[in-house]
């Protein structure tokens, strides 16, 4: 008998590569899945603290995916490597701050050392030709393959008969012609075809869980960069990028503004990290200063957090100011209007 062929399929919680693991699936191959932790895909972090997401599914979508298929799940953290290929991504950058053929061809370079590690024979993504326009053109999906060092052990079963035979497909371990010819962003096909699968409940197609394709996150994050002078971020950053309303009045320093209770909460485990504001006499948001801040900055902050507060119209309000240290004072202000507001200052 021959031997029983392995892969392991990227599995990013969508759509694509669960059906993408399932079509070599049921070819006999054994398949287990692989996620990278790059910290850019937190969607159940935010669905977590926002009230408007309260009602969406709490889970790792990658995850819930390998528990459907009833595959192993390897989550690698990649995050300090992945540094690098946002920051100087070879290719550039996609419409925002997206590195979409490096973080490809990134993830399947990993897979590669995993597969040489653990004795695996081949890779499987769910990657559809002609469906996103930086990463998987015509033209860019060699570059994949060749770049990350697969090669030819590199199946997208979505759309094999678009492109030349890889190796698992000439050595008979899987059958092309029951590989699909997916093309283009039309998803209906995924969707039929996980519909004669028995796949039911699966992410939204087209969806997608990497900030750095959002343009107000890109946004935030390039703001960062030049405050600080230098492309370089950690996980915190990442997280509070996604959180509260961001205001910059000044190149020294820039306001977290928390737009509900439950970013209020998550803010609050920053205030030993930040100077910290906060309304006393009437009910507001936690705001935190991130930045070199001087007096008149952090007066002027008090004035935009009573502007945020319940107490907008009132005369005055008062607004205590935390230190990082635990030192506490108050200050008593007149709430900014809204219109004294630049629009330029929000990121």
């Known amino acids: 008998m021959s031997k029983p062929r392995k892969a ?21 191959v054994h398949v287990e899945g692989i996620n990278f932790f790059t910290g850019f895909c937190v969607e159940g972090h935010t669905h977590a603290i926002r009230k408007k997401d309260r009602a969406r599914p709490k889970r ?6 390998a528990e459907q298929l009833g595959i192993k799940l390897h989550i690698v953290d990649v995050i300090e490597e992945y540094k690098d290929v946002l920051i100087n991504p070879k290719h550039g950058y996609g419409q925002n701050m997206n590195p979409c053929l490096d973080c490809k061809s990134f993830m399947v370079h990993k897979a590669v050392e995993w597969i040489e590690a653990n004795g695996f024979d081949f890779i499987i993504t769910g990657e559809v030709m002609g469906q996103r326009p930086m990463s998987q053109r015509r033209d860019t999906m060699p570059v994949v393959a060749r770049e990350s060092g697969a090669g030819d052990l590199l199946l997208r079963p979505l759309c094999a008969r678009h492109l030349p035979p890889t190796l698992p497909e000439r050595e008979g371990w899987v ?3 029951k590989l699909l010819d997916f093309h283009g962003r039309n998803r209906k096909p995924q969707m039929a075809l996980a519909k004669e699968l028995g796949i039911e409940d699966y992410a939204q197609p087209a969806g997608g869980c990497c900030f750095l394709t959002d343009r107000a996150y890109s946004d935030k994050l390039v703001d960062l960069w030049q405050a600080r002078g230098a492309r370089e971020y950690q996980l915190d950053d990442i997280m509070m990028l996604k959180v509260g309303r961001h205001i910059r009045p000044s190149e020294r320093f820039k306001l977290i503004v928390g737009r509900e209770e439950g970013e209020n909460r998550f803010l609050e485990g920053y205030r030993k990290q930040f100077i910290s504001l906060h309304t006393t006499s009437h009910k507001g948001p936690l705001v935190l ?3 070199e801040p001087n007096e008149s900055d952090v007066e002027l902050a008090a004035r935009i957090t009573a502007r945020y507060s319940q107490g907008r119209s009132a005369e005055s309000v008062t607004v205590a100011v935390r230190e990082p240290d635990g030192s506490a004072r108050e200050l008593t202000v ?3 209007p809204p219109g004294e507001i630049p629009e330029a200052w929000h990121i």
């Open 8 to 28: 392991v399929a990227l599995i990013s919680g969508g759509l694509d590569s669960m059906l993408a693991a399932r079509v070599v699936m049921d070819q006999g």
């Open 175 to 177: 059958d092309r012609e």
């Open 334 to 336: 007149t709430p900014m």
């Open 289 to 291: 200063l991130d930045g």
């Open 60 to 65: 790792n979508n990658a995850l819930w995916v």
